[in-house]
Structures are given as structure tokens and as C-alpha cells.
């Protein structure tokens, strides 16, 4: 006999289900094994009960001309860049994750409000997992948006962005560059003491970095850096270096802090 579970559990369940979630994510959330995962999938097929899944069929901006919010989609591209995947589950349906820190909750919460405009009607959900929060939303159509999805790790295979891409990120170069430094990048606070007249002064050096493996992604950054007119060095091989007084306090106007 196995525990009896609340019926919002069950609910909660088949829903984040039909969103995307994996069994296995699924069980650990909610606390049960996965086989009771699938069981309450097939009682409800058996039963023949909808469960609203037509926020799975919503219409995509690629195959269907569905609007698209330029904005919204030009900073998911950034973060779907720096720190999220796709992954195909059951029926067809892709899930994109976004992986962040867990420590910035105000991003982690917009995160969600950027899934729902890039996709109108959907129902993002999030899990924990060690330091990070995984914020994930279900849609056929995740390849059709980010066509850079492919086997293999991201700095592994050869990164394009389509002519459609290019046109939205050069118009929307911040929202860009929000989604790409807020998930791969850092603003670390330097300091130095210098001698002046006489007396040691401590002086802050806040500079922001971008980090990525792959060589593709960084050239996406220092043109959208160059498209805005911040200033950028590479410091290595996979850093992205903004570090001048006036490039910083340009780059925090236009991306926000991290928060
Ligand atoms: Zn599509």
C-alpha cells in the first residue's frame, strides 16, 4: 500500500509534467518515487481528463508568425547562451533550463516573467538544485527560438546566430548583453592603496567579466559590447574584461546589478 498524496500534490505534479519536467526532477520535487510519477500520468490518461495542455500548443513566432518580444527574446537568448539547455522529453516537447545562482532572487524571479513574454501563456517552474536554481518552461517550438540547441556542449560545436537573431540582438544589444553577463558573467570589486600626500588611500576598481568556453559566444558579447560602446578586453582565453571607470558605470546602467 503505497502513501496516499494530497491532491494538489498530484496536480502540481502532472502539471510541472506537462510543462516539461523530467520524471526524475519531477519525483525528487514533490517527494515521490518515479514510478508514481508515471502511474498519475496513465490514471489521468486512463481517465481521459485534459489537463490544459494548450499552452503546449502555443504558436511560435517561427512557424506560425506568432508576435515575438524583442526585448524579452534578445535577453533569454543571452542567458540561454550563457547557462541553459535544451532538452527533449516526452511527446516531442522540449524543456529550456536556465540554470542561476541561487543567491539572486530578484533575477531568478524575472527569469520567470522573461519565459512567460517569450512564450505568452506558459507556466515556468523552478527547482533547486545544489547553489543553483533551474528555471525551466516546455514548448515544441525551443529549437525553432534558439536554433544554436544542438548535440554536444555548447563551446564543442560551432555557434552561429541566425540573420533573424542578429537583427533582434541589434536592436535590443543591452537586453543582449543583460542575458549574457547576469548568467555567465560576474562583477567582482578590486582594490588598490595608493600613497597620496603622505596618507595610504584605498581605492575600489569594480569591473565586470563574462566568462565562456566557447569562442563563438565571447565574439557575441564584444559585438553587442561594441554595438553599445563599452569598452572590453579579452584578459584570457575565455574572459571578457570590462574594467574602465566610465565602460563599468555604462555597462551598470545598461544591465542592471546583479541583485
Ligand atoms: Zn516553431
Same mark, same amino acid.
Given at each position: 500500500m503505497g502513501h496516499i498524496r494530497s491532491a494538489e500534490t498530484v496536480a502540481s505534479a502532472l502539471r510541472d509534467s506537462d510543462s516539461g519536467l523530467s520524471d526524475a526532477d519531477n519525483a525528487a520535487k514533490h517527494g515521490v518515487a518515479v514510478k508514481t510519477i508515471r502511474r498519475w500520468r496513465r490514471e489521468y490518461q486512463r481517465r481521459g &481528463?485534459? &489537463? #490544459?495542455? %494548450?499552452h503546449l500548443m502555443a504558436r511560435c @513566432? &517561427?512557424?506560425?508568425g506568432a508576435a515575438l518580444d524583442p526585448a524579452a527574446y534578445a535577453e533569454l537568448l543571452g542567458w540561454y547562451l550563457g547557462d541553459g539547455h535544451i532538452s527533449l522529453g516526452r511527446r516531442g516537447v522540449y524543456a529550456l533550463h536556465i540554470f542561476n545562482d541561487r543567491r539572486y532572487v530578484e533575477l531568478n524571479a524575472h527569469l520567470l516573467d522573461l519565459m512567460r513574454a517569450v512564450k505568452p501563456g506558459s507556466r515556468p517552474h523552478t527547482r533547486e538544485v545544489p547553489g543553483a536554481i533551474v528555471t525551466t518552461v516546455g514548448w515544441k517550438h525551443w529549437p525553432c527560438l534558439? @536554433?544554436?540547441? #544542438? @548535440? #554536444?556542449r555548447k563551446h564543442e560545436r560551432r555557434l552561429v546566430l541566425e540573420s533573424w537573431q542578429q537583427d533582434l540582438v541589434h536592436d535590443e544589444p543591452a537586453a543582449f548583453l543583460r542575458g549574457l553577463f547576469h548568467s555567465d558573467g560576474c562583477r567582482v570589486n578590486n582594490w588598490a592603496t595608493r600613497p597620496v600626500a603622505g596618507e595610504v588611500k584605498r581605492y575600489d576598481y569594480p569591473r565586470w567579466q563574462f566568462v565562456n568556453c566557447s569562442e563563438d559566444i565571447l565574439g557575441f558579447c564584444t559585438d553587442a559590447l561594441d554595438a553599445v560602446g563599452v569598452p572590453w578586453r579579452r %584578459?584570457?582565453?575565455?574572459t571578457v574584461s570590462v574594467s574602465r571607470r566610465e565602460a563599468v558605470a555604462l555597462l551598470d546602467d545598461l544591465i542592471g546589478l546583479k541583485c
Open positions: &481528463r485534459t &489537463r #490544459g495542455q %494548450s @513566432p &517561427r512557424c506560425d534558439f @536554433p544554436q540547441h #544542438g @548535440p #554536444g %584578459s584570457n582565453h575565455k
